[in-house]
């Protein structure tokens, strides 16, 4: 909890809030010394991804004469960055609210949240590698802490920070070769041999989470950070796929405490196998009985017109703070959350 009273009242509170504006000043200086842009985008939009798990918040415009316009709040301002790479930009990062409908109220999520996303053009998803580990260590050398906290563990993030495939933490922690589980009929037995409770209507990426959230995830980052690389292809509509094995792509999630705090993407930049991709993930939404729009023609205009191969990144403000200050959850971190709104 963290209110105006909390603020007033608790000096602890105060200081993870304090800790909180300094984490934020300290993330645009890193941006900026490397002559980063920082860029301003819509946060209201009239197309949102389609990614089919995610829920945005719908929300609606009257113009003057009281006609309606269906608008909902981003999850992310991706699309729109990516429009200013292709209008020439190379260096872009940006610290905006986002929100996803269907969250849980505290613990490691909150519907209103904070993120820092940043693209290089050129660029490579190792690239974005190398700046988010600079970031941390940048951020903990001025608030003098070589570690963070995180589910009770104390993980360094100053030496140096691990880098493993997907299909490499699969062997490592369930003896499993993952190119063998690229398909959704040899992944569901495995999961059903392993005791999961698979669903007819269940996708792919469904089956690979129920497996890899109880049974790797926790083990993840629990000594020092580490970024884990090369999704299946068919958990990605965004990325490139990896030009040694196109059964992979190129997509990255950062792992400290067994907390996912970033995912980032080498970007897709072919406009039509981009509309493709996006247009079965409108599919998958349709068929998940979840709202649905059209593919944003704008994105796929700028994508047509010309983008330099990109890598870019999303990284959770609020968790990165929730690491540094070692709160208990996001209620701490974020002023008046929606937890702490909806109990006053």
Known sequence: MSTWSDLKNNHRLKNIYDTRINILRLIREFFWSLNFVETDTPIAIKNPGQEPYLNPVPVIFYDPVGKAENFYLHTS????????????????????????????????HNTEFTMIEWYRSPGKYQDIMDDTENLFKFVGEKLNKKTVR???????????????????????????????YLDISSLKKLAEDKGYKVDKADAYEDIFFKIFLNEIEP???NE???FVYDYPAQMTSLSRLCENDPRYAERFELYIGGLELANAFGELTDAKEQKDRLENDKKLRGELGKPTWPVDPDFIGALESGMAPAGGIA??????????TGAKDLNEVIFNSVSDQLSN
């Open 77 to 108: 301002p991706e699309l729109a960055m990516k429009k200013l790479l292709a209008a020439g930009y190379e260096k872009i990062f940006q610290i905006v609210k986002c929100f996803r409908n269907y969250e849980s109220f505290g613990g490691n």
């Open 150 to 180: 995180c589910n009770d563990k104390e993980i360094n993030i100053s030496g140096k920070w691990e880098r493993q495939s997907m299909k490499e933490i699969w062997q490592k922690f369930i003896n499993v070769n993952l190119d063998d």
């Open 219 to 221: 083990h993840l980052g």
């Open 224 to 226: 020092t950070p580490i």
């Open 315 to 324: 990284l959770g403000v609020d968790r990165m703070v929730l690491l540094f």
